[in-house]
């Protein structure tokens, strides 16, 4: 460690603030297990790189925890290296044991100064990391800027979140709580919410964009339509004047409730976005005969003058339907976002082809599709000999076409037609 190779090295002739922020860049680049043993590793390399990542409390801040993978010891050499840094905290856990107490009893008296939380687990728990316990009182959470919890059945979950004082929060996650309901939270600075398995009707998002005017992204996944009562009539809609990223996909266990049904076309009719950018909505798997199109898709480019990008997520809408819901959206939009059923398709590519004949395709320039092997999207442009003007983006993984089929030839077929592009993360494209 102290030979005269490792002191001329290049990368140990480096300035210390350089080092610093190759090793911070790195440490956000990694997640999980590898995130939190990164340090360490740092600090196994030379005796230069242990004493410089002891001094770089901000290289210890991530606190990752899961069922016990990572000892309590551990947790607590990352908490006082940290110092009094901002904490990032993961943890996910399952039964209570001596561990998980050992846990509670080191990170409890240091959530103040958490500036990101992940909670996944029991709804106790989340209680005791957040509120000490106790409902019956404010907690203080100064620094919080995003909160996520997954969480299990929790009929206390919207007070907890009540009881929570975070002047700073920006984004907030609710997973899997089967008791939300789309109410209003004392969060002035938030702008990011992303309800989870929620019940939802224009009355409850309409207060909700009422008291929190602020939000700039909603999402609703797996929600479930309630009753719409006798104040929901036109002119009553969803007033959001800072909205610019809406997403409603209903849920899909509870497709035969007409609420559930006509939920993403009810709130999008209500909707009043001025600042929206991206729409994303979706039916579910099953057709249903009373819902066809969402009301005034053809008056999109009216309703929401800023619109650019459209995804459409397992929407089963055929035939005529289909057409004129493609024919708005590719006039009107930059990007469409399709996950559905294959043979759809062919069905968008007749509609590009006669907007590109009739000199109307001047907007859209992306078009993503998930879900769709290459060999479909070959299939559906086969009779297309010209080039399209625009961009075809898929995962590397659906270029797969079968085991008698030539990938390279079929790639270089549709290449012919659309300027193809195939992505590497998943992740980060396709989970709203």
């Given at each position: 460690m102290q030979?005269?190779?490792?002191?001329?090295?290049?990368?140990?002739?480096?300035?210390?603030?350089?080092?610093?922020?190759?090793?911070?860049?790195?440490?956000?680049?990694?997640?999980?297990?590898?995130?939190?043993?990164?340090?360490?590793?740092?600090?196994?390399?030379?005796?230069?790189w242990r004493e410089l990542s002891i001094a770089t409390p901000s290289l210890w801040t991530y606190t990752w925890w899961k069922d016990g993978d990572v000892k309590s010891e551990r947790i607590a050499v990352q908490l006082a290296r940290s110092r009094n840094h901002p904490l990032d905290v993961d943890l996910k856990w399952g039964e209570a044991d001596s561990e998980t107490e050992e846990l509670c009893r080191l990170l409890i008296p240091e959530m103040e100064?958490?500036?990101?939380?992940?909670?996944?687990?029991?709804?106790?728990?989340?209680?005791?990391?957040?509120?000490?316990?106790?409902?019956?009182?404010?907690?203080?959470?100064?620094?919080?800027?995003?909160?996520?919890?997954?969480?299990?059945?929790?009929?206390?979950?919207?007070?907890?979140?009540?009881?929570?004082?975070?002047?700073?929060?920006?984004?907030?996650?609710?997973?899997d709580s089967g008791c939300m309901t789309c109410s209003p939270l004392p969060y002035s600075s938030l702008t990011v919410l992303v309800l989870k398995n929620c019940a939802a009707s224009v009355r409850n998002v309409g207060l909700l964009f009422r008291e929190m005017p602020q939000i700039q992204e909603f999402q609703l996944l797996a929600?479930?339509?309630?009753?719409?009562?006798?104040?929901?009539?036109?002119?009553?809609g969803i007033i959001a004047p800072s909205l610019r990223r809406f997403c409603v996909v209903p849920d899909v266990m509870l497709w035969s409730i007409p609420w559930t049904q006509c939920l993403a076309v009810t709130l999008i009719r209500y909707l009043e976005a001025p600042e929206l950018r991206e729409l994303?909505?979706?039916?579910?798997?099953?057709?249903?005969?009373?819902?066809?199109i969402p009301h005034g898709a053809e008056r999109w480019g009216v309703q929401f003058?800023?619109?650019?990008?459209?995804?459409?997520w397992y929407g089963l809408i055929e035939g005529a339907d289909l057409r004129k819901l493609l024919l708005s959206t590719f006039q009107n939009v930059r990007r469409f976002r399709f996950r559905s059923r294959p043979r759809n398709v062919a069905e968008i590519v007749d509609v590009l082809t006669e907007l590109v004949e009739r000199g109307e395709l001047v907007r859209l320039e992306t078009?993503?599709?998930?879900?769709?092997?290459?060999w479909v999207v070959h299939e559906g442009l086969k009779s297309r000999m010209a080039p399209l003007p625009l961009r075809v983006r898929m995962h590397r993984n659906e270029l797969v076409v079968g085991r008698l089929m030539n990938v390279d030839e079929v790639v270089a077929r549709v290449r012919s037609v659309v300027k193809l592009e195939v992505y590497e993360d998943e992740h980060k494209e396709w989970v709203y």
């Open positions: 030979s005269p190779h490792n002191q001329n090295d290049f990368i140990n002739r480096l300035p210390v603030e350089l080092l610093i922020v190759i090793f911070l860049d790195v440490l956000a680049s990694s997640d999980g297990i590898d995130r939190i043993n990164f340090p360490v590793s740092l600090s196994q390399v030379s005796r230069h100064r958490a500036q990101s939380v992940k909670l996944e687990g029991n709804f106790k728990f989340a209680i005791r990391f957040l509120l000490y316990g106790r409902l019956d009182s404010i907690k203080m959470l100064p620094l919080l800027e995003n909160l996520e919890l997954r969480v299990d059945y929790a009929p206390d979950l919207h007070f907890l979140l009540q009881q929570l004082s975070c002047p700073r929060i920006k984004r907030l996650h609710i997973w929600a479930r339509g309630v009753i719409p009562s006798p104040a929901e009539e036109p002119g009553s994303v909505f979706g039916f579910g798997e099953w057709s249903s005969p009373a819902v066809r003058p800023k619109l650019d990008v459209v995804g459409l078009l993503d599709l998930y879900g769709i092997t290459i």
